[in-house]
């Protein structure tokens, strides 16, 4: 790919040392991809390097929360080259998510020239160990300089990209959250938005307090069935078959729920997608018929549940890390590297730009 | 008051010029209040000109959303000088919304260091016209670059301020909202954080399609008893005694709203604090018993309800303006702009700094 590279953008890129820790989500790749809407019209987008953002002090998104956002991967594969992972269904789901706060899409076409763009300029920083990946961040805020409670009319669509370790939640203590929501019946909890993570907040910090690491939500209408953990979908194995939550309007539609969802299916599990009662779940793990529980998400992909904190009670599961998990888990991660074959197409390749 | 003025904010005094049409929210005053916090130690504040604030692409606030503010208006009094209104309540409130995001709460003498020094140094920008204000805007948000989802361990905190008109809100057609919710059981309603306000966009771009201004918020948790609206709380008239939805834990605790309460208590009124059943009132505004209600906030301080739509049928109010909404607007104005003697010790009055 021969292109013309802006100076400051190949300057950024060369000056760019890549730390020996990475952690995840905290280094950020030296340059990020920028496009601005004004009264519904998107500029074209253009790679640009890592710097503050300028900001009028009365901007919408500092006042009234009207941002969303998406995380998606991208890995290098055992042949060498850098894919994304179903990028389109990010983009798909960003544009879901804009419409919730009444902000405009971001077309698809750009928001595939910003995440491929990033990745092609960025391909260097992509780790090569198993399970790390250069971890991609699209976010849309309104920027309108104006106090009054209403859309802004004006918006700004960034990429950046961060060089990330596998997010290793380890086996994950869950708290079964009964007081605090995370988002509301017809509120925002199917749309990737800021408030759902600023709600979520307290009840993490509570819960840690008491030795847990992860809330399970709950449906805020019934408050009785399970909806997700923060910014991760919800499994559980019965009776060796997988249950994982039925949309219910405040719950995430996740990437890697819906491709375990297909990954399953194929390798024989039968899977439910339905109303999960939590005190039913609870006895089933009492009683063993529930052996193993994981959450997913891109960050984490698969992490195994140990044991679930309700009031005063502990409910360990049997397995964890269950078989399951670790197989689906294994499964996902081989075809996102390039070791198993792409049966369902979810992988796009992206022509990498060389920084000499 | 003789002090040591820093040329920079006194050059942005000096050059600004008040335009002919304030509007509500957007003239920006040209100098602003500005204190940083670095794990849980505060800065002390300074006064600097109004600038764009350089943000971190990564920060915190732009992601999830950890960000709180407060709306309050500095009046000019009959006298001339320029007071406050209950500044105190703000801070204190502010710090609730900051504790239910893990923020670190502002401190209160450094709060009302901020609204202080800003309304003193831009006391020419007080207007004089009567329901005319300086509209002070304190905002607080997390500035940590970290894509992690966590509470910030750095935040900055503005007061900005904007010359405004009376917040016109005309006689309101209100739609009772069955659909969607501003706020969730144990969720953020009780605090003033931008995803309250976000959520709440999508309602109001609908309703007003339909012809209606405002949406009439239920309470999440029953979905059958009054709430607020966006930004506002809510009064009925029935059968000459006041009625107003109790704190739920979904409704922000208003200013304006506690004000009413006891001014009107003072004016002779009853006034019944308790769980307003929307269908049952909807019954006594078509029988005639309500026959006036309204909203009240620091923006609009109180403002007549006309009507309510509710699926298909309408509801309209038999007195809109009705006379117990204008004798209280009246009254609260009267206090605030130094016409009527401050007996329950609200006005908070600040001395000016003349810049020359």
New interface residues.
Partial sequence: MSIYIDPAVAASLRGFEMPEKLG???V?APV?FRAVCQDGCWSQGELVP?????????AK???????C?EGMKAYRTQAGGVSLFRPERNAARMAHSAA???MPPVPEALFMDGVRTVTAYCANLVPATSGESL?L?P?L?GTQ???????STSYEF?V?A?PSEAYHAGNMRLWVER??????????GDAK??????????S??RLKERGYDQSLWLN?GN?NTVDEL??MNFFAVINGELHTPALSGSILEGVTRDSLIDLARDMGYTVHERAIDIDELLGQVAEGSCDEAFACGTAAIVSPISLFGDGGREYPLAKAPGPVAERLRQMLLDIQEGRAEDKFGWMHPVEVVSID
Same sequence: chains 1, 2.
């Fill in positions: 995840f989500g905290t950020m990020m890592y710097a503050p953002l300028a900001l009028d002090p009365a998104v500092l006042h009234y929360a009207q941002s956002f919730r706060l009444c971890y961040r976010f805020f300089a104006d106090l009054s409670v209403s859309a960034y950046i961060s007081e605090d929501s995370r988002a509301a019946l017809g509120g925002t938005v800021g408030g759902n993570y600023a709600a979520s907040l307290r993490v910090a805020p408050r923060s910014g």
